[in-house]
């Protein structure tokens, strides 16, 4: 049967989204006319008081409430430094929440990003710039308070003519917006297809979907001496209803020697 799903978007995001869920057989719906930013503290470049989960999982409810529809999805799409602090990791978020089953699966995309951004003080910088920018992808200009978005590399170029004689100096930056990056594009599209996966693993009790193995229990045995390490030796199932577990012992049964606190202290 044909479900409708409703989203939360304004930056077309519902398209990158729907294509994954035919898989599913569900028609997504667009609530383009709700502006998310108005949602006030946890959209756009606005303060944040919650965590990107939470603020996936509100817009969801939103999307829902909004729709009338039994179910609805919420996006989340942020950047931050990577591991270790090298390099700017993305993190997009797609949550789905059924209101009348009671239930939340929420599907993620976390890798590495090839964000760029320069301080451009004269022309040959700028051509530098520009040329290392990816098809596709769009430009913001600022410099103090003056912003403009959405630009082509043609565009920022004009643009860049009157900042550098005006002030001499601009930043010159990615639109990390959804519609204006390529690259989040396509992560968008791989957390949709993580959020259909961990929907169509349901609990073998109850039927509720999002039975995934997220939770990783560590203790792997050291390959000498058998004191369990840090490392994963199993991944653990939970039913977010009925509370069904379900354990997937790791490949590895033993860790190296290298990771044991007796062997390798
Ligand atoms: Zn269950
Ligand atoms: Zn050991």
Redesign the pocket.
């Known amino acids: 049967m044909m479900r409708r799903v409703a989203v939360l978007t304004r930056h077309n995001k519902g398209r990158l989204i729907s294509q994954a869920l035919l898989e599913l057989g569900w028609q997504l719906t667009e609530l383009d006319s709700f502006d998310t930013d108005s949602l006030g503290s946890f959209a756009g470049e606005r303060p944040r008081f919650m965590s990107p989960d939470e603020c996936a999982l509100r817009k969801a409810a939103i999307a829902a409430e909004l729709s009338g529809y039994d179910t609805g999805i919420g996006s989340e799409g942020s950047f931050a430094p990577g591991p270790y602090g090298i390099g700017t990791f993305n993190l997009e978020l797609i949550c789905c929440v059924n209101i009348s089953a009671g239930w939340a699966v929420t599907g993620r995309f976390y890798g590495p990003t090839n964000v760029q951004q320069w301080t451009i003080s004269n022309n040959e910088a700028l051509d530098q710039a520009l040329a290392s920018v990816p098809e596709g992808q769009k430009l913001l200009v600022q410099q103090h308070r003056y912003i403009r978005k959405g630009l082509s590399p043609a565009e920022a170029r004009q643009q860049a003519g009157s900042l550098l004689i005006n002030g001499g100096e601009f930043i010159l930056g990615f639109d990390l917006r959804a519609h204006c990056c390529p690259e989040r594009q396509q992560h968008i599209r791989l957390a949709a297809a993580d959020l259909v996966q961990r929907i169509k693993h349901q609990c073998a009790r109850c039927s509720t979907p999002g039975f995934w193995p997220d939770k990783p229990i560590s203790g792997l045995?050291?390959?000498?001496?058998?004191?369990p390490?840090t490392l994963t030796q199993a991944r653990q199932a939970c039913c977010q209803r009925c509370g069904y577990t379900e354990t997937y012992g790791s490949e590895q049964r033993y860790?190296a020697?290298l990771y044991?606190?007796?062997?390798?202290p």
Do not use: D, F, L, M
């Open positions: 045995p050291c390959e000498e001496c058998g004191t390490s860790a020697a044991c606190q007796v062997c390798n």
